[in-house]
């Protein structure tokens, strides 16, 4: 069964930087992809950025692109969001997914991910 774990988050302050942790397990042989997602109250969850488990290969949205890093650790089987320049307009609750048939490559649509994590919260005060 995939299990997925997120830590990190925080309040920080305008420009602060935080890295957040997906603990990932249960995962069958093959290829699948973890993505970061975002929700702030009221709006709709918002794909942040994607990395391909196999190959490393990363995509991300257009508001990060450029301030957050997502990376993976085979070993430890932990994809991590490395977030710098923070803004207010980054707060929300950050989750990450499973995409286990990547039937879309780079795909930051909430509805191809299988599996989500509960989400941690991050707060970006002015």
């Known amino acids: 069964q995939v299990q997925l774990v997120e830590s990190g988050g925080g309040l920080v302050h305008t420009g602060g930087s935080l890295r957040l942790s997906c603990a990932a397990s249960?995962?069958?042989?093959?290829?699948?992809?973890i993505g970061w997602f975002r929700q702030a109250p009221g709006k709709e969850r918002e794909g942040v950025a994607c990395?391909?488990?196999?190959?490393?290969?990363?995509y991300y949205s257009d508001s990060v692109k450029g301030r957050f890093t997502i990376s993976r650790d085979l070993v430890k089987n932990t994809v991590y969001l490395q977030m710098n320049s923070l803004e207010p307009g980054d707060t929300g609750v950050y989750y990450c997914?499973?995409?286990?048939?990547?039937?879309?490559?780079?795909?930051?649509?909430?509805?191809?991910?299988?599996?989500w994590g509960l989400g941690t919260q991050v707060t970006v005060s002015s």
């Open positions: 997914a499973a995409d286990l048939l990547i039937l879309v490559p780079g795909s930051l649509v909430p509805g191809h991910y299988d599996d």
């Open positions: 249960g995962f069958a042989l093959g290829d699948y992809a």
């Open positions: 990395i391909s488990m196999n190959d490393g290969i990363t």
